[in-house]
């Protein structure tokens, strides 16, 4: 057994946000299941919203941030989110993050902003189009100098490990985690009474997704196992601009092509967003999303057009320098001709509830970044407050432990039993692995994407608990794997999503259901919160 004070679970922005601030405080170790720079961070690309304009204020922040939730948005969270962000992301320029500048008239430099779909303001900072890869390299370098830090690189979170399950009669907690060391084979047990999870979405839950291939759900279900509460997980945000190509099938094309004038048209050449909404190509996500599914459905075709060729060579290189060479290298050049995209699964807007400091209902565990559901996004994210959020709740839940939890000082001494692996065989069928992985993937896109119907959704449900059962029963008979735990954690989450949607008897942001056309504030007013009984 390994003992650190803190335990965090993902090395993203959140998680390590989080590290950083609580290292003079005690032990950490940082867990990831790939190499450190493997995160959904280091995908993101378009930026990170936050005041620091004249001609912005908090106010219309946290104005475009409700409109777009959809009546979900947590006011409080939002308001805290928005107004400290300031101070978080002058932290990261302190760091070493370059964002990207723009001269002034009269030789003074200020931050290049840029603007995306839902605000009413250049609000969006950008180092190029790699803005998540530019923060997760300052991070790391800060991280790695850091003597109290340790990275466990190929380690999995199998399960988190609490008083409950191991039938103590006292209040539950959370107690450490097991984790499998990928590179032995071996599961480890580390002991913590504060674990941290920061495991990012569960984008690779569809079969289309904008993710890397580490978002699997694994915070959420591991949390869910738990007894922790999940909510709002029917909420999840298609990304409109997906690359279409059989060579590249999860690049995202930046909102920010759209903010800078991109326009979306049929593949007859007509611009149709303006036939959707007044804000065209700027509409929120979850409406231009539907958009284009509707355009396809209506024509026939498997995508659409995103064309920026009326604006100058030179400005499309250098404000997208990695969309223009990766599209160059698959035979498109930006600047001369438009963009194939589809939809494509991006973001979890739910995730396990937490109060505005991370905090779950599990004691002695906390969720940040996008596992977390604060009340932030409600019913559809606004483009680039992820980041933000990812920040500022790294250090407010670094806050809250630290005076909460203080180190040494974490709770009862419970003896905890290491993990055992009994007479499981080695995996000698992948195959079944692999095959239940795509047709998960393929039910949710068919039966829970961005259009939804209750007949839908109950297939899904069904064939989903089969799964389920079949997928425990291998989990009990064979050695893990990582593919195995992806696996398990993938169904569980789809599980999930497939429930909270059927619970939502009404169309709301990123939920739409044909059966239930409107929203109805009504009765569906409140989020949609799930108890593992």
């Given at each position: 057994?390994?003992?650190?004070?803190?335990?965090?679970?993902?090395?993203?922005?959140?998680?390590?946000?989080?590290a950083?601030?609580?290292?003079?405080?005690?032990?950490?170790?940082?867990?990831?299941?790939?190499?450190?720079?493997?995160?959904?961070?280091?995908?993101?690309?378009?930026?990170?919203?936050?005041?620091?304009?004249?001609?912005?204020?908090?106010?219309?922040?946290?104005?475009?941030?409700?409109?777009?939730?959809?009546?979900?948005?947590?006011?409080?969270?939002?308001?805290?989110?928005?107004t400290?962000?300031?101070?978080?992301?002058?932290?990261?320029?302190?760091?070493g993050?370059?964002?990207?500048?723009?001269?002034?008239?009269?030789?003074?430099?200020?931050?290049?902003?840029?603007?995306?779909?839902?605000?009413?303001k250049?609000?969006?900072?950008?180092?190029?189009?790699?803005?998540?890869?530019e923060?997760?390299?300052?991070?790391?370098?800060?991280?790695?100098?850091?003597?109290?830090?340790?990275?466990?690189?190929?380690?999995?979170?199998?399960?988190?490990?609490?008083?409950?399950?191991?039938?103590?009669?006292?209040?539950?907690?959370?107690?450490?985690?097991?984790?499998?060391?990928?590179?032995?084979?071996?599961?480890?047990?580390?002991?913590?009474?504060?674990?941290?999870?920061?495991?990012?979405?569960?984008?690779?839950?569809?079969?289309?997704?904008?993710?890397?291939?580490?978002?699997?759900?694994?915070?959420?279900?591991?949390?869910?196992r738990?007894?922790?509460?999940?909510?709002?997980m029917?909420?999840?945000?298609?990304?409109?601009?997906?690359?279409?190509?059989?060579?590249?099938?999860?690049?995202?094309?930046?909102?920010?092509?759209?903010?800078?004038?991109?326009?979306l048209?049929?593949?007859?050449?007509?611009?149709f967003?303006?036939?959707?909404?007044?804000?065209?190509?700027?509409?929120?996500?979850?409406?231009?999303?539907?958009?284009?599914?509707?355009?396809?459905?209506?024509?026939?075709s498997?995508?659409?057009?995103?064309?920026?060729?009326?604006?100058?060579?030179?400005?499309?290189?250098?404000?997208?320098?990695?969309?223009?060479?990766?599209?160059?290298?698959?035979?498109?050049?930006?600047?001369?001709?438009?963009?194939?995209?589809?939809?494509?699964?991006?973001?979890?807007?739910?995730?396990?509830?937490?109060?505005?400091?991370?905090?779950?209902?599990?004691?002695g565990?906390?969720a940040?970044?996008?596992?977390g559901?604060?009340?932030?996004?409600?019913?559809?994210?606004?483009?680039?407050?992820?980041?933000?959020?990812?920040?500022?709740?790294?250090?407010?839940?670094?806050?809250?432990?630290?005076?909460?939890?203080?180190?040494?000082?974490?709770?009862?001494?419970?003896?905890?039993?290491?993990?055992?692996?009994?007479?499981?065989?080695?995996?000698?069928?992948?195959?079944?692995?692999y095959?239940?992985?795509?047709?998960?993937?393929?039910?949710?896109?068919?039966?829970?994407?961005?259009?939804?119907?209750?007949?839908?959704?109950?297939?899904?449900?069904?064939?989903?608990?089969?799964?389920?059962?079949?997928?425990?029963?291998?989990?009990?008979?064979?050695?893990?794997?990582?593919?195995l735990?992806?696996?398990?954690?993938?169904?569980?989450?789809?599980?999930?999503?497939?429930?909270?949607?059927?619970?939502?008897?009404?169309?709301?942001?990123?939920?739409?259901?044909?059966?239930?056309?409107?929203?109805?504030?009504?009765?569906?007013?409140?989020?949609?919160?799930?108890?593992?009984?």
């Amino acid at each position: 057994m390994r003992q650190f004070d803190f335990a965090v679970i993902g090395s993203g922005l959140a998680g390590l946000s989080f590290a950083r601030t609580v290292a003079s405080h005690g032990t950490v170790a940082v867990i990831t299941k790939r190499g450190r720079a493997d995160s959904n961070t280091a995908w993101a690309q378009g930026g990170i919203a936050c005041v620091t304009s004249s001609e912005d204020s908090f106010a219309l922040h946290v104005k475009d941030t409700i409109e777009a939730g959809a009546g979900l948005c947590d006011e409080e969270a939002v308001r805290a989110i928005v107004t400290e962000g300031p101070a978080r992301i002058q932290e990261l320029i302190d760091l070493g993050v370059h964002f990207d500048e723009r001269e002034l008239d009269d030789g003074e430099r200020e931050l290049d902003l840029g603007r995306e779909g839902g605000h009413s303001k250049r609000r969006v900072l950008h180092a190029r189009d790699i803005t998540g890869r530019e923060i997760e390299r300052a991070l790391l370098a800060d991280i790695e100098r850091n003597p109290n830090i340790t990275m466990l690189e190929n380690h999995m979170a199998v399960d988190l490990i609490t008083a409950g399950k191991l039938g103590y009669a006292t209040e539950d907690h959370c107690l450490g985690v097991y984790v499998l060391d990928e590179a032995t084979g071996d599961v480890e047990t580390i002991r913590s009474d504060r674990v941290i999870l920061a495991t990012g979405g569960c984008g690779k839950v569809y079969l289309y997704t904008t993710n890397p291939g580490v978002a699997t759900g694994d915070g959420v279900a591991m949390a869910w196992r738990a007894g922790a509460n999940i909510a709002n997980m029917e909420f999840v945000q298609f990304h409109p601009t997906c690359l279409y190509h059989p060579e590249e099938r999860s690049f995202l094309i930046s909102e920010a092509v759209r903010g800078e004038g991109g326009r979306l048209l049929d593949t007859r050449g007509r611009q149709f967003m303006v036939d959707y909404h007044p804000l065209a190509e700027l509409a929120p996500r979850d409406i231009v999303a539907r958009a284009i599914d509707a355009e396809m459905k209506r024509t026939g075709s498997q995508y659409v057009l995103l064309d920026i060729t009326h604006k100058p060579a030179d400005f499309v290189r250098e404000r997208f320098p990695n969309i223009y060479k990766t599209c160059l290298d698959l035979g498109i050049d930006i600047t001369k001709e438009p963009i194939p995209v589809v939809p494509a699964a991006h973001y979890q807007c739910g995730g396990v509830q937490t109060n505005i400091d991370g905090r779950t209902s599990l004691r002695g565990l906390y969720a940040i970044g996008e596992v977390g559901c604060t009340g932030l996004h409600g019913a559809n994210r606004l483009a680039s407050n992820s980041l933000l959020e990812a920040a500022v709740l790294g250090h407010r839940a670094a806050l809250d432990v630290i005076r909460r939890i203080p180190a040494g000082k974490g709770g009862i001494d419970i003896a905890i039993p290491e993990w055992r692996i009994g007479n499981a065989l080695d995996v000698d069928e992948l195959v079944v692995i692999y095959h239940n992985w795509d047709e998960i993937r393929r039910l949710m896109w068919d039966y829970v994407g961005i259009v939804r119907t209750d007949k839908r959704l109950q297939r899904a449900s069904t064939r989903l608990r089969n799964l389920q059962r079949e997928i425990q029963e291998f989990y009990w008979h064979y050695k893990i794997t990582t593919d195995l735990l992806e696996l398990r954690n993938l169904a569980t989450v789809a599980a999930l999503i497939v429930d909270c949607a059927l619970a939502r008897k009404e169309s709301r942001g990123l939920h739409y259901t044909l059966d239930y056309p409107n929203r109805d504030d009504r009765n569906f007013h409140r989020n949609t919160v799930m108890h593992r009984l």
